[in-house]
């Protein structure tokens, strides 16, 4: 009896085996199908462009719904103390670099320097952009990729705000001004120390301080810069800085949300038997 049912019992788990791997075969010959199908149909060529397309408004889109976070106002929080503080001594500030008696600049550094200063940020920009395409890192492609789709939106914002007439907005007295009394608006916020910002806060918190040492130091060069050649008062710089790390930590949010989709469809799971015939929970990932 006892070799009886060991028989029995071997036949039952041989029959479900038997009955897994035609399943099995039967759902990669199905498989097959649907591909050699898929294959046979005639291609849209604007499938591809459309694709992508919808793939950069949607990130635009979780761009600007992340910026409507609980970091929003921990950003402004840590921020507006700072451009409060800043804006109380712009002009004492602007005093070191500007004449008012004769409007002449003073304590300036060559123009050259003003130059590299409003320039250079182009190179880290594209730099930048170009690993989206040219990096072997997941995460610093995908880093790389919504960099360059936010960057626009950067630009934008500040142009937006620019457009706002108050006290705080006006630049500060300069020599190149056609008269002593002209008073320019559109300086708040600064629109190279938001693109700087937002290039310094994303790459440091995802990859950081090989990104942090040099972007920080071109930062608080264009900034120093700025402020000495009375291109800004110093609060607007801070003010740039802001709008920058708000864009960044947004951008932050975007990429740990599609890395995590893109994790998750690697993630295979079923069920299946063991080889005494017993339920078994299949679990795959794809590296």
Not at 99 to 128: G, M, S, Y
Not at 149 to 158: E, Y
Not at 201 to 223: E, Q, W
Not at 246 to 252: H, I, K, M, T
């Amino acid at each position: 009896m006892v070799l009886g049912y060991i028989s029995t019992s071997s036949c039952s788990v041989a029959s479900k085996r038997k009955e897994r791997l035609e399943r099995q075969r039967i759902a990669e010959e199905k498989k097959l199908q649907e591909q050699e199908l898929e294959a046979l149909k005639p291609k849209n060529p604007y499938s591809k462009p459309v694709n992508l397309f919808a793939s950069i408004l949607k990130d635009v889109f979780e761009i600007h719904i992340n910026l409507a976070t609980f970091d929003f106002f921990r950003i402004t929080g840590a921020v507006f103390p700072v451009f409060v503080a800043l804006r109380m001594h712009d002009e004492k500030i602007h005093q070191h670099f500007y004449d008012a008696e004769h409007h002449k600049n003073k304590n300036q550094h060559t123009c050259l320097n003003h130059f590299v200063a409003q320039e250079a940020i182009a190179i880290p920009i594209l730099a930048l952009a170009s690993l989206s395409v040219f990096s072997h890192d997941e995460d610093l492609r995908a880093t790389s990729r919504v960099f360059a789709i936010g960057m626009p939106f950067v630009l934008l914002a500040k142009d937006i705000i620019k457009q706002l007439r108050f006290k705080a907005a006006y630049r500060p007295y300069c020599e190149f001004f056609p008269k002593k009394s002209k008073h320019v608006c559109g300086g708040f916020p600064s629109g190279h120390m938001a693109e700087l910002a937002y290039m310094t806060v994303l790459y440091s918190m995802r990859h950081g301080v090989k990104f942090a040492v040099p972007l920080t130091a071109l930062s608080i060069y264009v900034g120093a810069t700025f402020v000495a050649c009375n291109r800004h008062y110093a609060s607007q710089i801070a003010a740039g800085a802001g709008l920058g790390a708000l864009y960044a930590v947004a951008a932050s949010h975007v990429i740990d949300e599609k890395l995590e989709r893109r994790r998750l469809k690697e993630i295979e799971m079923g069920l299946d038997t063991t080889s005494t015939g017993n339920l078994a929970l299949s679990f795959n990932y794809r590296y």
